[in-house]
C-alpha cells in the first residue's frame, strides 16, 4: 500500500474508533508524538493512548487534504466541533513508523469538556 493509502485506512479505522484496527497500521517500534503531548513508543503503548482517548471524547476526522512525498503521508484536519489540525505519518513497508500531530490542545479540551491540567 501506498502512504496515502494507509493514510486513508488510519482515518477510517479513526472514525470507528476501532483501536484493534488502528494498530495494525503501526510498526511494532513506531512512535506516535502528538507534540501537544510526549511521545509515545512502541505499538502496546499506542494502543493503551488510543483507548483512553477514545474512552475521554468521541473524536471524528474529516480529512481536508491528504499529500504524499516519498514514504510520507501528510493530512490537514478539522473535526465536527471546529477544531483543526495536521499529521504527518512516516509509512515504511506498509507501516506507521513515526506520526507526528499538531493541534491546540487547549480548544480541544474545553470543546469535550474535559479537565485543564494545572501546571
Not at 511521545?39 to 483512553?52: D, L, N, S, T
Not at 478539522?78 to 507501516?95: A, N, T, W
Request: proline fraction near 4%; aromatic fraction near 12%.
Amino acid at each position: 500500500m501506498k502512504p496515502k493509502d494507509v493514510l486513508r485506512k488510519w482515518v477510517e479505522f479513526f472514525n470507528r474508533a476501532d483501536v484493534d484496527g488502528l494498530v495494525t497500521l503501526y510498526h511494532e517500534g513506531a512512535i506516535n508524538h502528538q507534540v501537544a503531548n510526549m511521545p509515545i513508543h512502541g505499538r502496546v503503548a499506542i494502543k493503551e493512548m488510543f483507548e483512553r482517548e477514545f474512552a475521554a471524547a468521541e473524536m471524528t476526522c474529516i480529512v481536508e487534504n491528504i499529500f504524499e512525498d516519498g514514504d510520507w503521508a501528510i493530512m490537514e484536519w478539522k473535526d465536527p466541533l471546529g477544531l483543526r489540525g495536521c499529521g504527518f505519518f512516516q509509512i515504511v513497508e506498509g507501516k506507521i513508523i513515526l506520526q507526528r500531530g499538531y493541534w491546540d490542545k487547549l480548544s480541544f479540551l474545553r470543546q469535550h469538556n474535559l479537565p485543564i491540567p494545572k501546571k
